[in-house]
């Protein structure tokens, strides 16, 4: 099914998909209203508003962030279906992370539950593996506890990306900043106090979000 959008319509969608690609979350209001010279974030909502009657995007109620893409497109202006059949040739698999235990690889045949066959066409960047999300700490980006997160496994981020990183015997998902000699772990939530990571305490980067499923489209 192809939609139609507007030119105005198809730049903003670009920008989404760019703001998910680099920094794994999509632009706030704000931002897309600064970056494309409109006088308002309310403008920008109204274009959000449009695209998610056009079924392009989703939008979450209650965040800053709470933009999600529906369909993905080779060309901005046409949509395919993301949710490909299970049989099709085209998924690809993605083992599904829990708990990890201390000192061990991520990835280590311990720590998978499970096995997804999802289609590529949902993620900017091919992941290679899901992490089930634990806790609310980045709600106002749209993750959510028991939400499977889509990792693309790396050692490096830059700022403002968010990360999968291991801090001693535990794994989060956060902001990733680094300032000097420090290196701070944002939440995207006000409830949750940001983490300070200090020079030589046990500290990396497990991997990059490179995008986002709620786990009853598989039900």
């Known amino acids: 099914m192809t939609v139609a959008l507007t030119a105005r319509q198809q730049e903003i969608l670009q920008l989404i998909q760019e703001a998910i690609a680099n ?17 308002s974030a309310n403008a920008a909502e109204e274009h959000l508003q449009a695209l998610a009657r056009k079924g ?6 209650g965040t800053s962030r709470g933009i999600r893409l529906k369909k993905t497109s080779s ?24 708990r990890v235990a201390a000192g061990s690889p991520i990835l280590a045949q311990e720590h998978v539950q499970e096995t997804y066959a999802v289609a590529p ?4 960047q091919k992941p290679d593996y899901l992490l089930k999300v634990k806790g609310m700490s980045m709600r106002d980006v749209g993750i959510f506890d028991g939400d499977l997160l889509a990792v693309r ?6 700022n403002g990306q968010i990360v999968v990183a291991r801090l001693g015997e535990e794994v989060t998902v956060k902001r990733f900043q680094r300032n ?25 980067i497990e991997g990059l979000a490179v995008g986002l499923i709620r786990k009853g489209i598989f039900a």
């Open 23 to 39: 920094t794994g979350a999509p632009p706030t209001r704000a931002e897309i209203a600064r970056q494309l010279g409109f006088k």
């Open 75 to 98: 060309s901005i202006n046409s949509f395919k279906q993301a949710v490909l059949p299970i049989e099709s040739l085209q998924q690809m698999l993605l083992p599904l992370v829990g």
């Open 56 to 61: 392009a995007i989703e939008l979450l109620s």
């Open 121 to 124: 066409e949902l993620f900017a």
């Open 180 to 204: 000097q000699h420090l290196i701070e772990l944002h939440a995207e939530n006000p409830d949750f106090s940001t983490i300070v990571v200090q020079p030589g305490e046990p500290f990396e």
């Open 153 to 158: 496994a790396t050692k490096e981020a830059r």
